[in-house]
């Protein structure tokens, strides 16, 4: 027998101990009597061979002397104290009638440094372990298992005990602070409980005392941590205090609510299901319903509901659903399925009180037999309501129609769609839409005034005045065409609006709605038309009566927050653009009013994050130069240079964009840069007001940069034009201010700032203007700034 297993051995990482009778491993010590010893010391001593019964038996016991029982008894406790198993053996395996084998190599005590037995003489420092073996050691996984475990338990007895009790809140709140705070406490403390000379000590402990000094460990550093985590809490509640509920707004009651009553003879008409799920049956869909609208809504009395309205309810609704959002008597809903050249459009009017249905009908039509279609249904419906109605209201009033194939049909609603984007792309986009719908038809009429309007609409995006001249060519054409359709009379509305018609245009907008009660361009351009010609409170009736007409149509909100915007209004005009760009998160016109509006009425930190948002989902010009005036008032000049060089890169017409340049490259100390910005400015502004001469905002723009070129009679006149034009507009005011300031008129400065001021102007870009600097000491300034913060 080799002599140096004596001395002790590994097998594995239990470490084997022959003259002492102990192995010891990570469970703790067990012992083995001298003999079954002496068996695991013959193994050790030909590890991997086969030793056979009979030569272990002689070695242990002698000749004669010992007996397969002894030695099978012997193997037993040698598995025992192993922890091996016989069916499965990591140790030792049996080979039946023959003997046994030692399947792990010894390696002498003496030698290995490698295997890690904690307590053994000469074992390793808990430096010298991995952090997962460290904890498992010490306990702290155990600790911090079981804290976890009382610490729930006491916070759920204090939110279930302490209310019963009518203990104050602070109490409960006390529990769960220091039960949080007290975790990374008795994490510490068994971390350095089992820690002894720079060992971890669980030696000379049988497997019951090594569990019971684990317990043990754990009790001392659960119990401590919560207790020095009381303590702790409990001063920093005397000298800070802990968090506490704010209290509760006190709201009023609300008022019991009462249902306006179900009319008679009204009616709605619910969004059609798309059961194909193509594209052009959406848009086929989208528009039969709103010529079905339209049509309905022209039968004297007979009260539809809005078409927004209707579409915040899902296709085939429940009548209750539909008779307590809507309050109608009766409602159209439907379906529609394109296969191939064939049209099926199944129709059912439905009695909201019953939910019966009044009537159900399936269309079974070419393509091309779209209108035929829609005539149907629309007289279908009012036949079967004409009992309920007047005698005079059994017809549909007859107008001339615009009535293409399907084909131009589809391709002119794709050519509204793209119009209603706010993208510069979509400009491009709308008019190959209107262009392929000519194509096929080139008498449309809708087609013509698609194109007249957005020309006329889109000229200010673009600066050109070739728009002007195609927009007055288009509606031409589409008014010797149709002249009874309403969205021909939109569009020339709208491109008089554009050039400075101001009273043509509101003849055009009553003609649309005289066709169209619900044409919304029309209601936003006669509110945007009042606006101009000083009668707010007739504008703001138009345009809030405009949104909310047609679902997902953010035209109307973004319209009304402008003239909110143009008022003074700014968070007012906030809230509407907030609605923009809930109803469209891609919408960069929505986001970049969005910031103007929060910028002017001084909150920064909201306008920021708006503009970069605009920014990110298109670079327009305008957005660019909003961020430029931001960065102005910051006094970082030259991040507003680059903005604005920006913005003129993008659009080299836009004369704002120069004038804004001129001003940050002033404010940089750069005066010869700067006069050569508003010098192109003046160019630009001069031309766009050829297209429209009473423009107050391009009077303003023009005032300002004549005073900066020192052309201060130019620059007084066109102030006056401009304050005559908007005089509620507080930016007019501002800039009136500014070149009094510039001419040195101080009291005319303070007087037309104040009025500025009190008209909803921001007192912290007033403040921050560097063209004002020569004010900053004035007791006059101080005063119009003090004012803008009084309530």
């Not at 019991?256 to 959406?282: H, K, M, Q, Y």
């Not at 203007?769 to 006059?780: C, F, R, S, Y």
Request: aromatic share 8%; glycine share 8%; with cysteine.
């Amino acid at each position: 027998m080799n002599a140096d297993l004596l001395q002790g051995f590994y097998l594995g990482d239990l470490l084997v101990e022959p003259p002492k009778g102990r192995i010891t491993g990570r469970t703790g010590t067990a012992h083995l009597p001298p003999q079954a010893m002496e068996v695991l010391l013959s193994l050790a001593a030909c590890p991997g061979e086969l030793v056979t019964r009979e030569a272990l038996l002689q070695e242990v016991w002698g000749t004669d002397h010992g007996k397969t029982e002894a030695l099978s008894h012997a193997i037993s406790e040698i598995r025992h104290a192993l922890n091996d198993h016989r069916e499965d053996p990591e140790f030792i395996q049996t080979l039946p009638k023959r003997g046994y084998r030692l399947l792990v190599s010894p390696v002498l005590a003496a030698t290995d440094t490698a295997t890690i037995v904690f307590g053994a003489k000469g074992g390793v420092s808990t430096a010298e372990l991995g952090l997962f073996e460290n904890l498992k050691q010490r306990g702290v996984l155990e600790t911090a298992l079981a804290y976890l475990i009382l610490g729930w338990l006491l916070i759920q007895i204090a939110d279930i005990v302490f209310g019963q009790l009518l203990l104050p809140q602070w109490a409960g709140t006390f529990v769960t602070v220091f039960v949080i705070a007290g975790f990374p406490i008795a994490i510490l403390l068994s971390w350095f409980l089992e820690f002894r000379d720079g060992r971890a000590v669980v030696h000379e402990l049988s497997p019951a005392d090594a569990r019971k000094r684990r317990f043990g460990r754990t009790y001392i550093s659960v119990i401590t941590a919560l207790g020095i985590a009381a303590i702790a809490v409990f001063f920093y509640d005397k000298s800070v205090g802990l968090p506490e509920a704010e209290a509760p707004v006190v709201i009023a009651a609300e008022r019991a609510t009462f249902l306006p009553p179900v009319l008679e003879n009204s009616i709605a008409v619910l969004p059609f299901f798309n059961i194909d799920g193509s594209d052009d049956t959406r848009i086929f869909a989208n528009g039969l319903v709103d010529d079905v609208i339209t049509r309905l809504s022209r039968v004297p009395g007979l009260l539809v509901s809005a078409r927004g309205d209707a579409y915040t309810l899902e296709p085939n609704s429940a009548s209750q659903k539909v008779r307590d959002r809507l309050r109608v008597a009766m409602y159209l809903e439907g379906s529609v399925q394109m296969l191939g050249d064939e049209i099926r459009v199944i129709v059912q009017l439905i009695d909201s009180e019953t939910g019966f249905h009044v009537l159900s009908r399936t269309f079974d039509r070419q393509r091309d037999d779209f209108f035929d279609v829609r005539d149907e249904v629309t007289e279908l419906t009012v036949a079967n309501v004409r009992v309920a109605l007047p005698p005079d209201t059994q017809e549909v009033s007859k107008v001339d129609s615009d009535e293409p194939s399907l084909d131009a049909y589809i391709l002119f609603r794709r050519g509204v769609e793209a119009f209603q984007s706010p993208s510069t792309e979509s400009i491009s986009v709308a008019l190959d839409w209107f262009d392929s719908a000519l194509a096929i038809d080139p008498e449309y009429a809708a087609a013509h005034a698609g194109k007249c309007a957005v020309y006329a609409h889109r000229y200010s995006d673009v600066v050109d005045p070739s728009f002007i001249d195609k927009a007055q060519s288009s509606c031409a054409t589409a008014l010797e065409l149709n002249p009874n359709l309403d969205v021909v009379y939109a569009a020339m509305g709208e491109l008089y609006q554009t050039t400075g018609k101001y009273d043509d245009a509101v003849r055009a907008y009553m003609q649309a709605l005289q066709t169209n009660p619900s044409n919304v361009e029309a209601l936003t351009g006669i509110g945007i038309v009042y606006s101009l010609q000083q009668k707010p409170d007739e504008a703001e009736r138009y345009l809030r009566s405009a949104t909310g007409l047609h679902p997902g149509d953010w035209s109307a909100y973004n319209e009304l927050g402008n003239f909110l915007f143009n008022s003074g209004r700014y968070l007012a005009a906030a809230e509407q653009y907030e609605a923009v760009v809930a109803l469209d998160r891609g919408n960069d016109v929505g986001f970049a009013n969005l910031g103007t509006a929060y910028m002017l009425a001084g909150d920064f930190a909201a306008a920021a994050p708006a503009m970069q948002k605009a920014i990110a989902i298109e670079e327009r010009p305008t957005t660019f130069s909003n961020l430029g005036i931001m960065l102005y008032y910051l006094a970082d000049f030259e991040g507003a240079i680059a903005a604005y060089r920006r913005t003129t890169h993008l659009a080299p017409n836009y004369h704002l964009g120069w004038s804004n340049l001129g001003d940050a490259l002033w404010a940089f100390d750069q005066p010869a840069a700067a006069a050569d910005a508003f010098a192109t400015a003046e160019a630009l502004a001069s031309e766009a007001l050829l297209v429209n001469p009473n423009d107050p905002g391009v009077l303003m723009d023009l005032a300002w940069i004549k005073a900066m070129l020192d052309q201060r009679d130019d620059a007084s006149t066109l102030i006056e034009k401009a304050l005559s034009l908007a005089p509620g507009d507080p930016y007019a005011h501002y800039i009136d201010g500014l070149i009094h300031a510039r001419n040195q008129d101080m009291g005319a400065a303070l007087a037309a700032l104040g009025t500025a001021v009190r008209g909803g102007y921001s007192i912290e870009m007033l403040a921050a203007e560097p063209h004002l600097a020569v004010l900053q000491d004035h007791p006059g300034f101080q005063k119009v700034l003090n004012a803008g913060n009084s309530p």
